[in-house]
């Protein structure tokens, strides 16, 4: 089963890295940015808290909303404003910005409200903490002795006095280090990858589960707080994203064959991408044509193409050891003397000598003038061999391809250049010229009618003038008839 993980937090990393983020409202923006509204013939118009389509998240329609577990919600930062239907951005600190008092009470708890003057106050009874992100009540941590809430840290909100005792309410947990007086008292729950903590308990007590870690938040501003990450041998999967889960899930990585998953990265993140998740009984198993390797630790693939990377030389294709081998580099590659074939998928010998067996033509080491092909009298048995190119000869005695001569007073350099087309000739002084008592005779190759000769070839020879004379009036090439040739 495969699950998508990793496109939510892509965008948003992506998003964040582009608008050079160092603070909350630049993180905001950002948001908005992937997340404004799109056209109405496009997207059905949402409301906070109904129904919407889980299939894309920005369904919802509403700036610094989004559609998660088929819920429209409101983004990290931002508050609902239900009467509005609208995503207001949660205040920072005391003396922002705001335009509803949910902005300043979800950041601050009740004890902060929206003033006349438009920024987040603290409510009569309270008084801000020294950097102005809380306003508070009570001074009393959760555990000691209490006559009323508010002498309890966080409260009415976090905590409340039950029993003579400061305690935490539904949804949050005594904090462990009480460091920093936003801090202090009572924590929330975390059960969204991503969201801010203080400590690692309020990410693993919540649906994120016991491998997941409160962790520093690599591209936010240094005044804000860390955020719940997946601990790192921990792999995430989204609840926003992936139907099967109810919400945000950190899965433990598997560390060998046979090791418990519920889906394929789990497996290919350590184990490699010849691993994956079985249905049958969600194990990590090697996918077929791979094996176990190395302690069950990863898997290879059983065959590997010439040039790709491997661990053993029995995995390389052809014959391991005598056609290819894995080398130091961990790269299979064809030993000396032989050559990878077209589709590197077999190590071909290496070809010396014309006329000798071949299968594709770069196996012929004979240059760049021969080829692997059938002969001209043997076309049809499938039999091929290194052989010269049309146009070109095998010098005798000699393991070379040389270009024939197709003219009589063209360049030569040896005899049998020119003798390979034509006889009765022989190369002097650089050219092929008749000898022997023979002329050169010019022989019409084709007609366009009976009086225009469009091309001529030159032979060595005497022709028979009367009989060239009446295939001419006839309009036929006498190429082979009316001409007497003397072979060599």
């Known amino acids: 089963m495969n699950f998508l993980t990793s496109s939510f937090l892509l ?27 799109q056209s109405p013939s496009f997207y059905f118009e949402g409301k906070l808290g109904e129904p919407c389509n889980i299939s894309r998240i920005e369904s919802c329609n509403i700036l610094g909303a989004y559609c998660t577990q088929g819920i429209c919600s409101c983004l990290p930062f931002y508050v ?37 003057n438009n920024t987040c106050i603290c409510i009569e009874g309270s008084v801000p903490n020294d950097d102005k992100t809380e306003c508070l009540i009570g001074e009393k941590l ?4 209490c006559v009323n809430g508010t002498e309890c840290v966080g409260y009415p909100d976090k905590s409340e006095c039950f029993n003579d005792t400061c305690k935490c309410r539904n949804g949050f947990l005594p904090a462990l280090n ?19 903590c203080f400590e690692k308990q ?38 926003a994203i992936d139907p099967h889960l109810e919400s945000d899930f950190c899965f433990k990585k598997a560390e060998r064959i046979g090791d418990s998953c519920n889906f394929d990265e789990q497996c290919t993140v350590n184990l490699g991408i010849f691993a994956e998740c079985s249905a049958e009984n969600n194990k990590c198993v090697c996918l077929n044509n791979s094996f176990p390797f190395n302690n069950d630790t990863t898997c290879l693939p059983t065959k590997v193409s010439i040039g790709d990377t491997c661990q053993l030389t029995s995995q390389c294709v052809g ?47 004979t240059g760049q003038d021969s080829e692997c092909a059938e002969y001209s009298w043997k076309k049809g048995t499938g039999k091929k061999v290194c052989k010269c190119k049309d146009g070109y000869f095998q010098e005798p005695r000699e393991n070379v391809c040389r270009p024939k001569v197709m003219k009589i007073g063209s360049f030569c350099r040896t005899h049998t250049q020119c003798i390979a087309s ?23 190759l084709s007609y366009v009618n009976a009086f225009s000769i469009v091309e001529y070839e030159y032979e060595c020879g005497v022709p028979n003038q009367s009989d060239a004379g009446s295939m001419a009036s006839a309009g036929q090439s006498p190429r082979g008839r009316g001409f007497m040739s003397v072979v060599l």
Not at 178 to 196: M, T, W, Y
Request: aromatic letters at 6%; a negative charge; proline letters at 5%.
């Open 202 to 239: 309020q990410c693993q007590q919540g649906t994120l589960g016991q491998w997941s870690n409160c962790t520093v938040a690599p591209l936010y501003g240094s005044h804000l707080s860390d955020i719940c990450t997946c601990a790192d041998n921990a792999i995430v999967a989204f609840g």
């Open 142 to 145: 959760p555990g000691e002795e």
């Open 178 to 196: 009480h460091q920093g007086s936003e801090a202090r008292g009572c924590l929330p729950i975390v059960n969204r990858f991503g969201d801010k």
């Open 319 to 365: 014959k391991p050891n005598v056609t290819s081998v894995c080398t130091t580099d961990e790269i299979c590659l064809c030993v000396e003397g032989f050559i990878p074939n077209a589709n590197f998928s077999e190590c071909l010998p290496m070809v010396d000598k014309l006329g000798a067996s071949c299968v594709e033509s770069w196996q012929c080491n």
């Open 422 to 444: 034509l006889k009765r000739s022989l190369c002097v002084k650089g050219e092929c010229q008749c000898v022997g008592g023979a002329e050169a005779v010019s022989i019409p």
């Open 80 to 116: 609902p404003e239900i009467s509005r239907n609208e995503c207001l951005l949660k205040a920072d600190r005391l003396g922002d910005s705001c335009v509803a008092d949910v902005q300043c009470s979800a950041a601050f708890s009740s004890n902060a409200k929206c003033g006349d």
């Open 11 to 37: 965008s948003l990393l992506i998003l964040l890295s582009t608008h050079n983020i160092s603070c909350e409202n630049d993180y905001s923006e950002a948001f908005q940015t992937y997340f404004k509204p």
